[in-house]
């Protein structure tokens, strides 16, 4: 229990920190901007969930079995993490979202035409 408060304590920075980042460098209706609203989406979601799962933990505090709600939207918590990391690391990883790359990433530039995972921008000969 304090170790999930303690979490979502810490979250708060990491959402601020995200949300500036959204707001500030993402060109908007790119792919890039695409992934980063879902990531958001998935994360913001899964922050009410913690914070429905603290309540229910907090009220069953002194219970000798844990609650069957309790440990569902704990493990509902684990999915989701694993799928908003996914995403949040497909920006960084994939496409070189706001970190410094060895080439240019054009995945996520503004353009006609997004290019999907594995594709090549045409050549400008």
Not at 11 to 19: N, Q
Not at 36 to 51: G, K, P, R
């Amino acid at each position: 229990t304090w170790t999930i408060t303690a979490g979502a304590v810490v979250s708060v920075a990491t959402a601020l920190t995200g949300f500036w980042d959204w707001l500030r460098s993402t060109p908007r209706y790119t792919q890039a901007w695409r992934t980063a609203n879902s990531h958001m989406a998935i994360m913001l979601t899964m922050t009410v969930v913690v914070i429905v799962d603290i309540v229910l933990r907090l009220e069953a505090y002194d219970a000798v079995v844990v609650p069957v709600a309790v440990m569902v939207l704990s493990l509902l918590v684990g999915a989701m993490v694993t799928l908003g990391g996914t995403y949040g690391g497909t920006l960084t990883y994939e496409y070189g979202f706001n970190v410094e790359t060895a080439t240019d990433s054009p995945v996520w530039h503004e353009s006609e035409r997004d290019l999907y995972h594995g594709e090549r921008p045409a050549s400008a000969d």
